[in-house]
């Protein structure tokens, strides 16, 4: 998967929205607006890195975000080219980045992977909401004229780019700009447009603090759990292959595929949480192009099918059951492969060990077998 960081662009000063404090760093349904938004890509799992960008005179609220913070410049096109420059300097460089306003706290994960999935064939994407009321001109509290709502948007973030021709137009852009998009159309980008959402408001007026708390509140959240289980037996072979790490054992483990118990035990605690059967439905074993494949093809298959249903894997515990071999000193490495092909934080990874106490076919040491728990976030 590329890589991918998120600017979030708090360095405004939010008058119209009132309170004291600017908007981003006012309280919001228990939290501060710029909490809700943080966490909406902190949470994403394509999302690799982030950036806020913030007002000089904004650093005593910066403490405990747990992100980079970088100081915004004299404009929004400066904030923004401020937080590029920063994410330049990392090693690699991403190659895509998604670019926010934190005024807008209740920016669904499903709309994230929107923008996402369009960048794997644009340079660059953003959603709008078409125009759908009849639009007039007014001057002095009266309507002077009418315009044609044909082909009008109203334009939302995130918007997401190519990063290294993000980057290169904001460094040749002078003067204002509406947004990154009009940077990026001046720049001669093509941009597509998807479905935007009517709940991705921008705190812009008094009232809308109160909108946004309905939504956050009001948003129904799809918790899943799936549990998987999988057993291989013993046969020929010098190793095992568990979790992605392959182990030197005396026997290796008999399956249609490369037999990774461990692997396949958490692929179908994906699928059981999406309600979409298990492996043997999506790779059936009577299809000799899956003979000897590598498990990590099924996870990342389960891994991207959630993704697609808008669902964040926000945890996956997995128990292997053996007495041979010690799967102790692999753990830490299982748990590093595992967290890598399901593009997650390891500590949201939990690979362990037991035994049956010498009871049953674990026991006597004819197979493996693996217990796995999945756990599925839809906002």
Sequence with gaps: MPRTAAIIVAAGRGIRAGGGLPKQ??????????????????????????????????????????????QGGDSRNASVRNGLEALATLNPPPERVLIHDAARPATSQALISAVLTMLDHSDAAAPALAVTDALWRGADGHVTGTQDRDGLYRAQTPQGFRFDAILKAHRNTDGPAADDVEVARKA???????????????????????????ILKGRDMDIRVGNGFDVHRFGDGAHVTL???????????????????????????????LGDGDIGQHFPPSD??????????????????????????????????????????????????????????????????????????TGRGEGIASIATATLVRV
């Design 25 to 70: 760093w006012r309280p919001l349904a228990g939290q501060r607006v710029i909490d809700w938004t943080l966490a909406a890509f902190k949470t994403h799992p394509s999302v690799d890195n982030i950036v806020i960008v913030h007002h000089s005179g904004d650093l005593a609220h910066i403490g405990g975000l747990d992100v980079v913070c970088v």
């Design 188 to 214: 001669g980008l093509a941009v597509s447009i998807i479905s935007g959402d009517e709940d991705n408001l921008k705190i812009t007026r008094p009232e809308d603090f109160a909108r946004a708390e309905r």
């Design 243 to 273: 979790c992605g790490i392959d182990i030197p054992h005396e026997r290796g483990l008999q399956g249609h595929s490369d037999a990774d118990v461990g692997m396949h035990a958490v692929t179908d605690a994906i699928y059981g949480a």
């Design 288 to 361: 000799p192009q899956w003979k000897g494949a590598a498990s990590e093809i099924f996870l990342r298959h389960a891994c991207d099918l959630a993704r697609t249903r808008g669902f964040t894997i926000t945890h996956a515990d997995c128990t292997l059951i053996c007495e041979h071999p010690k799967i102790g000193p692999h753990a830490p490495a299982m748990k590093a492969k595992m967290a890598e092909i399901m593009m997650l934080d390891p500590d949201r990874i939990s690979v362990k060990a037991t035994t049956s106490e010498r009871l049953g076919f």
